[in-house]
């Protein structure tokens, strides 16, 4: 099975770190930070840390796991993370040299539902609970939804519903 690592990045000044993809004949879309786990990777975690080493020359401080999604071949972690600097311009990823693959450029989003809702962020289940959360606790609340590295793989909760209802009872 494949697996692969994204980082949702929040700035010092809470903002959301994106990559837009812009590709011949394809509409502009964003996606987050992160790549597939490679086999000298010691943990999901450090898969993450070179990605993002990679991409923006940044380090993730990892605060928790925030959903897993699971297809038929490939297994996506997403994990939320505060970062404090960063430089696109240093990146070193291999995907970045390949011909084809279309242009990669690093925006800063403010982690608001207007914002988040004027970009086509995939994978869509990760877009629309950005929005939800931004939408219901910003940034801050971010933080404070349950850590997934600690439940049982079976028990995974709902994308859309995880942390959000418990945090207003």
Same mark, same amino acid.
């Given at each position: 099975?494949?697996?692969?690592?994204?980082?949702?990045?929040?700035?010092?000044?809470?903002?959301?770190?994106?990559?837009?993809?812009?590709?011949?004949?394809?509409? +502009? $879309?964003?996606?987050?930070?992160?790549?597939?786990? =490679?086999?000298?990777?010691?943990?999901?975690?450090?898969? #993450? /840390? @070179?990605?993002?080493?990679?991409?923006?020359?940044?380090? +993730? $401080?990892?605060?928790?796991?925030?959903?897993?999604? =699971?297809?038929?071949?490939?297994?996506?972690?997403?994990? #939320? /993370? @505060?970062?404090?600097?960063?430089?696109?311009?240093?990146?070193?990823?291999?995907?970045?040299?390949?011909?084809?693959?279309?242009?990669?450029?690093?925006?800063?989003?403010?982690?608001?539902?207007?914002?988040?809702?004027?970009?086509?962020?995939?994978?869509?289940?990760?877009?629309?609970?950005?929005?939800?959360?931004?939408?219901?606790?910003?940034?801050?609340?971010?933080?404070?939804?349950?850590?997934?590295?600690?439940?049982?793989?079976?028990?995974?909760?709902?994308?859309?519903?995880?942390?959000?209802?418990?945090?207003?009872?």
């Amino acid at each position: 099975m494949i697996q692969r690592v994204r980082a949702i990045l929040i700035t010092p000044d809470d903002k959301l770190l994106l990559i837009k993809r812009i590709k011949p004949g394809i509409a +502009p $879309y964003w996606v987050l930070p992160g790549g597939r786990v =490679e086999d000298h990777d010691e943990d999901l975690e450090a898969a #993450l /840390a @070179r990605e993002v080493t990679e991409e923006m020359a940044g380090t +993730p $401080y990892v605060r928790v796991l925030i959903y897993t999604m =699971e297809g038929e071949q490939s297994r996506e972690s997403f994990y #939320l /993370a @505060r970062i404090d600097t960063w430089s696109f311009d240093d990146h070193t990823g291999p995907e970045f040299s390949e011909k084809g693959r279309g242009e990669y450029l690093l925006e800063e989003v403010p982690l608001a539902t207007e914002a988040l809702e004027a970009l086509d962020i995939k994978p869509t289940e990760v877009a629309d609970f950005l929005r939800n959360a931004a939408h219901e606790t910003g940034s801050p609340g971010l933080f404070n939804l349950p850590d997934l590295r600690h439940a049982e793989p079976a028990r995974y909760p709902d994308l859309h519903t995880v942390g959000l209802e418990t945090e207003r009872e």
